[in-house]
């Protein structure tokens, strides 16, 4: 019998620059192997800030995907750079929702799906599902990733009343609650003590084994010794979960006490989407001879540069102790020494810890980062940093990740739930 879902997500081909679509993505290509027919619906690329053809080929074949009706409120609406904030609630792309109902519904008649699947960080994306789930009775999985709100996020008070009735209204109605990490379950069901404990499940992140592979053939076959030593952080840098400025400022202490040169020390933040911001650090602290932003690159030589990097870097504040970066998976994969700033009890840390990660210390700790990075450095440089294994970093695959899917999908079908 062939099992079909709908799978709701803003983010897919040809979006670019966004670890996000990797998780819808690599779901519509594994779960057909578990007898699940994917059906996509996404938004019409016009949504999207920046689009690439890279990752296109990526999309299974007989896969249906239907772009619906969207806009991008900040670019498509606004008059000299402003615009009705009622026209961005609970985001940008809620004017997706018009086109994505109707869409939907067309889909659901033409094709018959078993159940709806829908994925944040877009908040729009479960409003769409709220409103087919409630048009025409299809169990919905919630695809939550992290928490949706926490104290002070999103900081516009309206925009947070608007995250909290979707979130709210998300976990009533839904036939089960997706989330990335055992502690945003936690803070849900702290948060929420009358929604059933069983209506959670875990589905941490991944990486794809085949995207490391094709990324392996466009490499050398090891880093480059002779160069100065390289730290790569790879993708977001949100000013508030990830601020770098502990770090630096031990970068320019180290700098000016001659522990650290341009020479013999290089960092490389990848497509970061805050550079405005960040290149005003770097000049505060005049370290940009050693720290340099650069743009963003197809995702196989995003992943290369990961393989070839002499260590790679993870922010994560301890404001988002509950999260764990999803480019982390992909960091234990390129089997890279790895330096880590933030909580040390944290889920990222508590992750890392486990894979036999040890250089951690918190993103707020001047001192105990400007120690933790020439140990580290010394460390890589000898060989004696800690790796993950190979055995370790497998069992966080996509296609392992796809087979839970695809056990929560058949559960719910199942009235298992």
């Given at each position: 019998m062939v099992k079909r879902v709908l799978m709701i997500a803003f983010h897919y081909p040809p979006l670019r620059g966004s670890s996000g679509l990797q998780r819808t993505l690599k779901f519509s290509r594994y779960i057909k192997s578990h007898d699940w027919e994917p059906m996509v619906l996404t938004a019409h690329p016009r949504a999207y800030a920046s689009t690439s053809n890279d990752q296109m080929a990526e999309i299974p074949d007989g896969v249906h995907v239907s772009r619906a009706f969207a806009m991008d409120t900040a670019r498509h609406l606004s008059f000299k750079g402003r615009y009705l904030g009622l026209l961005a609630l609970p985001d940008r792309w809620v004017s997706w929702w018009l086109g994505a109902v109707p869409s939907a519904l067309k889909m659901v008649r033409a094709r018959r799906p078993d159940v709806?699947?829908?994925?944040?960080?877009?908040?729009?994306?479960h409003l769409i599902a709220l409103s087919v789930h409630r048009l025409t009775g299809l169990p919905w999985i919630a695809d939550m990733r992290d928490p949706m709100t926490d104290e002070g996020y999103p900081a516009n008070p309206l925009t947070r009343r608007a995250y909290q009735w979707i979130e709210k209204k998300t976990l009533q109605h839904c036939t089960k609650a997706v989330c990335t990490t055992p502690g945003t379950i936690a803070m849900y069901q702290r948060r929420f003590p009358e929604i059933p404990a069983s209506r959670f499940a875990l589905i941490e992140n991944g990486y794809d084994e085949e995207n490391f592979q094709n990324a392996q053939a466009i490499t050398n076959t090891s880093p480059d010794s002779k160069g100065p030593f390289s730290l790569v952080h790879s993708g977001v840098i949100y000013p508030s979960e990830r601020d770098p400025t502990q770090f630096f400022q031990a970068i320019d202490i180290l700098r000016r006490e001659g522990k650290l040169s341009a020479e013999t020390f290089r960092v490389v933040l990848r497509a970061t989407g805050h550079d405005e911001y960040l290149g005003r650090l770097i000049a505060q602290y005049e370290i940009g001879d050693i720290v340099k932003l650069e743009p963003p690159v197809p995702y196989k030589e995003a992943l290369a540069e990961m393989l070839m990097a002499d260590g790679l870097l993870i922010l994560q504040a301890s404001n988002c102790n509950h999260q764990i970066?999803?480019?982390?998976?992909?960091?234990?994969?390129?089997?890279?020494?790895i330096l880590a700033l933030t909580d040390p009890v944290g889920d990222t840390a508590h992750t890392l810890r486990t894979a036999g990660i040890r250089a951690i210390a918190p993103l707020d700790a001047r001192d105990a980062i400007m120690q933790c990075l020439l140990d580290f450095i010394g460390s890589a440089k000898d060989n004696s940093a800690s790796i993950p294994s190979l055995e370790s970093a497998m069992a966080h695959?996509?296609?392992?990740?796809?087979?839970?899917?695809?056990?929560?999908?058949?559960?719910?079908i199942a009235g298992k739930s």
């Amino acid at each position: 019998m062939v099992k079909r879902v709908l799978m709701i997500a803003f983010h897919y081909p040809p979006l670019r620059g966004s670890s996000g679509l990797q998780r819808t993505l690599k779901f519509s290509r594994y779960i057909k192997s578990h007898d699940w027919e994917p059906m996509v619906l996404t938004a019409h690329p016009r949504a999207y800030a920046s689009t690439s053809n890279d990752q296109m080929a990526e999309i299974p074949d007989g896969v249906h995907v239907s772009r619906a009706f969207a806009m991008d409120t900040a670019r498509h609406l606004s008059f000299k750079g402003r615009y009705l904030g009622l026209l961005a609630l609970p985001d940008r792309w809620v004017s997706w929702w018009l086109g994505a109902v109707p869409s939907a519904l067309k889909m659901v008649r033409a094709r018959r799906p078993d159940v709806i699947w829908s994925t944040y960080p877009i908040a729009t994306a479960h409003l769409i599902a709220l409103s087919v789930h409630r048009l025409t009775g299809l169990p919905w999985i919630a695809d939550m990733r992290d928490p949706m709100t926490d104290e002070g996020y999103p900081a516009n008070p309206l925009t947070r009343r608007a995250y909290q009735w979707i979130e709210k209204k998300t976990l009533q109605h839904c036939t089960k609650a997706v989330c990335t990490t055992p502690g945003t379950i936690a803070m849900y069901q702290r948060r929420f003590p009358e929604i059933p404990a069983s209506r959670f499940a875990l589905i941490e992140n991944g990486y794809d084994e085949e995207n490391f592979q094709n990324a392996q053939a466009i490499t050398n076959t090891s880093p480059d010794s002779k160069g100065p030593f390289s730290l790569v952080h790879s993708g977001v840098i949100y000013p508030s979960e990830r601020d770098p400025t502990q770090f630096f400022q031990a970068i320019d202490i180290l700098r000016r006490e001659g522990k650290l040169s341009a020479e013999t020390f290089r960092v490389v933040l990848r497509a970061t989407g805050h550079d405005e911001y960040l290149g005003r650090l770097i000049a505060q602290y005049e370290i940009g001879d050693i720290v340099k932003l650069e743009p963003p690159v197809p995702y196989k030589e995003a992943l290369a540069e990961m393989l070839m990097a002499d260590g790679l870097l993870i922010l994560q504040a301890s404001n988002c102790n509950h999260q764990i970066p999803a480019k982390l998976y992909e960091y234990l994969r390129a089997r890279r020494p790895i330096l880590a700033l933030t909580d040390p009890v944290g889920d990222t840390a508590h992750t890392l810890r486990t894979a036999g990660i040890r250089a951690i210390a918190p993103l707020d700790a001047r001192d105990a980062i400007m120690q933790c990075l020439l140990d580290f450095i010394g460390s890589a440089k000898d060989n004696s940093a800690s790796i993950p294994s190979l055995e370790s970093a497998m069992a966080h695959s996509r296609e392992a990740r796809s087979r839970e899917l695809a056990a929560i999908l058949d559960a719910v079908i199942a009235g298992k739930s």
